[in-house]
Nanobody, 124 residues
Framework: QVQLVESGGGLDEAGGSLRLSCAAS????????VGWFRQAPWREREFVAA????????YYADSVKGRFTISRDNAKNTVYLQMNSLKPEDTALYYC?????????????????WGQGTQVTVSS
């Protein structure tokens, strides 16, 4: 069993930057792809970014491509999401999730372990 805890959310202005962290405990998740998802009020949860188990492959939603960067440090059992050029529409509760598979994917139903989320709010 893997427990995931997100941190790093907060309030920022449009154009600013935040870095989210997803720390795993219980066991290593170095064999699992990890994804970030977000859910804004009144909207369905959507895919943001994912990274392969080794960190060699990444996958981004079009809405964040070029602004967000996902990375991981398996020695620290942590995955990061660097968010630059933030926009008000990035405001959401951000979740990290670990997949049973090693390759990055956007389907939330292929992720088995989820954190509780961290709130990101971007003001205009």
């Amino acid at each position: 069993q893997v427990q995931l805890v997100e941190s790093g959310g907060g309030l920022d202005e449009a154009g600013g930057s935040l870095r989210l962290s997803c720390a795993a405990s219980g066991r290593t998740f170095s064999s699992n792809a990890v994804g970030w998802f977000r859910q804004a009020p009144w909207r369905e949860r959507e895919f943001v970014a994912a990274i392969s188990s080794s960190g060699g492959r990444t996958y981004y939603a079009d809405s964040v491509k070029g602004r967000f960067t996902i990375s991981r440090d398996n020695a620290k059992n942590t995955v990061y999401l660097q968010m630059n050029s933030l926009k008000p529409e990035d405001t959401a509760l951000y979740y990290c999730a670990a997949s049973r598979w090693g390759t990055p994917r956007s389907d939330q139903y292929e992720y088995d372990y989820w954190g509780q989320g961290t709130q990101v709010t971007v003001s205009s």
